[in-house]
């Protein structure tokens, strides 16, 4: 195990553990919890040992949101360099030192090339619960709440959840949720979608593990990570054709690969497959498909 004073970070039998560690604090986020959560998510990518990661926070909490101890200018400092501020005293939207911190994590999350699943073991409120969502799954005990309560602080919803909050749950359940800023309990979060399940509290993380085993035991690494990231872009995609085209990209690129020949050798001799090729240096000549757009 390693660990920082924000996160715990392990690896059991093919499955990375980010544990969110501020117990005291009910792990309010804080800007350096977000560097290191991207070098966490860079380190899983690399690592063909970690075949999924479960995410979750210590204590009695999720994540209470972003650390307001810096008062009511909290999220007027956006960096702390005079670069986002012009000479007239307006801002400077281009500038990098600008950009939503939760953001930038959640684009990371978007890029995993390793499935994600959130443990959400309690409360989750503004980037505590944004940031899941471009997650693959989340599950939830009795004692998950969620709050998207940006309008409560007079700001608005961040981390890129007008992106992925209405894909999940529909457009109305969204609004309605961000208008109101209340806390959403388990129940009504699992009704909406954003929870796969509700588990009891000592459930959760065995849950959480028996699926990702599921993924570990049975499937290619290559594959998953590709479908992954072919189902989350397909999101933007305008017609069928572009599937179409990407489908038999990746169709043809694993179809001669020695994982598709050891899928269909252990499915006719009835045993568990031995799956070769890796993350790291088997991905098809055409990935990425999609380049993320650049800041401007």
């Known amino acids: 195990m390693s660990e920082n004073d924000t996160l715990k970070y392990r690896v059991d039998d093919g499955i990375a553990f980010i544990t969110i560690n501020r117990p005291e604090k009910l792990n309010a986020f804080t800007p350096k ?23 979750t926070g210590e204590g009695r909490a999720f994540c209470a949101g972003a650390d307001l101890e810096g008062g009511s200018d909290t999220f007027a400092d956006i960096s702390g360099e005079d670069a986002v501020v012009n000479e007239d005293g307006s801002l ?6 600008i950009r939503d911190i939760g ?7 978007f890029r995993s090339l390793k499935p994600i699943i959130a443990a959400i073991n309690g409360a989750a409120v503004g980037v505590g619960v944004t940031m899941t969502l ?11 709440r969620a709050g998207f309560v940006f ?8 981390a890129a959840s007008s992106y992925f909050l209405p894909r999940i749950v529909g457009i109305s359940r969204a609004l309605e949720w961000s208008y109101s800023g209340r806390l959403v309990p388990a129940r009504e979060l699992k ?3 954003l929870l796969r399940e509700i588990y009891a509290e000592d459930e959760l993380i065995p849950a959480a593990v028996a699926i990702a085993r599921e993924l570990i035991d049975n499937c290619a690494p290559v594959s998953i990570a590709l479908i992954r990231q072919m189902l989350w872009q397909g999101l933007n995609m305008q017609h069928p054709m572009e599937a179409h085209r990407l489908d038999s990209r990746a169709v ?12 269909i050798d252990s499915f006719l001799e009835k045993r568990p497959p031995r ?22």
């Open 33 to 55: 919890m977000a560097r290191d959560f991207i070098g966490l998510l860079d380190r899983t990518d690399a690592d063909d040992d970690v075949k999924a990661v479960i995410v």
């Open 275 to 296: 799956f070769t090729d890796k993350v790291s240096k088997d991905m098809p000549d055409f990935f990425p498909w999609v380049d993320e757009p650049p800041y401007q």
């Open 92 to 97: 400077n939207y281009a500038a990098e030192s």
């Open 134 to 144: 471009p997650m693959d799954i989340r599950l939830g005990t009795d004692k998950t």
């Open 191 to 193: 009704e909406g979608g």
């Open 252 to 263: 043809a690129w694993r179809g001669r690969s020695n994982d598709a020949r050891e899928g």
């Open 151 to 158: 309008a409560r602080r007079a700001i608005v919803p961040e």
């Open 103 to 109: 953001g930038l994590v959640t684009l990371r999350i």
